[in-house]
C-alpha cells in the first residue's frame, strides 16, 4: 500500500536555526508531492509543490524542498527559521489508483516549535 | 476568492442526531472533497465528488452521507453517529481530481458526539 514517512513527529529549533524535515514515500508510479503547513488555530495550507522538472522547488516563505527519485525522498528545508514558523507541517502525496484515479495520502506530520 | 467556507465551526450532536456539515467554495473547482482528522493524526480522506458525481468512497460507513447539490457545494449528513467519530472534518475543493491540481482547505468542523 502507499504510504508517507515523515521521520520526526517533533521538532524543537531555536531562532534562526536551520531546518530540515524528512520525507519518504513508497509508491513506483508518477507522484506529485506536497508539503502542506497547519499553522496554530488556521487552516491547511500548501507550502510548495513538486509535479515535475527541476527537483528543486520553492515555496512560500523561504521554504524548498528536493525531491531525490532515487531516495523516493521529498525533504522540506528552511535556512533560518522563525519563531512564525512554529506549526505542523505534512507531507502528501498524490497517487494514481487503478480504481479511483488520484489520492492525497499524507504522512502523520510534525510539529515544530521555534523558541524565541 | 481562494477560500473555501465551512459551517458550523463546531457542532455538539448526540448520538440519534441528525445533523448536517457545509462546505462552499467559488473558485470554479470542480472536485469537491471530505476528510476526517483525528487529534495529532493526519487528515484522512472519506469522500471525493468530481463534476459533481461521488467518484471516492473510502469505506466510509452509511452514517455519513454526503451530497454535492452543486458545483460550488458540499454537504455531508450525519446520523447515529459515535463517539468515535468525534473529529475535525475538512473540506477541500481543487480545479478537477488530476494529481498537479494542488487541494485548498476549509477551516474544518469540529464534531463531537455525546
Known amino acids: 500500500a502507499q504510504s508517507v514517512s515523515q521521520h520526526n513527529h517533533h521538532v524543537i529549533l531555536s531562532e534562526a536555526a536551520s531546518l530540515e524535515l524528512g520525507c519518504n514515500y513508497s509508491?513506483?508510479?508518477?507522484?506529485?508531492l506536497f508539503w502542506y503547513v497547519q499553522y496554530p488555530g488556521q487552516h491547511l495550507q500548501l507550502l510548495l509543490k513538486y509535479f515535475s522538472g527541476d527537483p528543486l522547488v520553492k515555496g512560500i516563505k523561504g521554504f524548498e524542498a528536493e525531491f531525490i527519485k532515487s531516495k523516493f525522498s521529498f525533504n522540506l528545508r528552511k535556512p533560518s527559521v522563525q519563531w512564525s514558523d512554529t506549526a505542523e507541517y505534512f507531507c502528501a502525496v498524490n497517487v494514481k489508483t487503478m480504481e479511483y484515479g488520484n489520492k492525497l495520502v499524507f504522512g502523520a506530520g510534525t510539529i515544530l516549535r521555534v523558541k524565541s | 476568492d481562494t477560500e473555501v467556507t465551512q459551517t458550523p465551526k463546531h457542532l455538539v450532536m448526540g448520538m440519534t442526531n441528525k445533523k448536517s456539515l457545509k462546505c462552499e467554495q467559488h473558485m470554479g473547482h470542480r472536485a469537491m472533497y471530505w476528510y476526517k482528522q483525528k487529534a495529532k493524526k493526519p487528515p484522512e480522506l472519506m469522500f471525493v465528488?468530481?463534476?459533481?458525481?461521488?467518484?471516492i468512497n473510502e469505506s466510509v460507513p452509511s452514517r455519513f452521507s454526503p451530497e454535492c447539490p452543486n458545483s460550488s457545494l458540499l454537504n455531508l449528513h450525519l446520523h447515529a453517529l459515535q463517539p468515535e467519530d468525534s473529529a475535525l472534518y475538512l473540506c477541500a475543493s481543487s480545479l478537477s481530481t488530476g494529481g498537479e491540481y494542488e487541494q485548498y482547505f476549509g477551516p474544518g468542523t469540529r464534531l463531537t458526539v455525546t
Open positions: 465528488y468530481s463534476y459533481e458525481k461521488l467518484s
Open positions: 509508491y513506483g508510479g508518477t507522484v506529485n
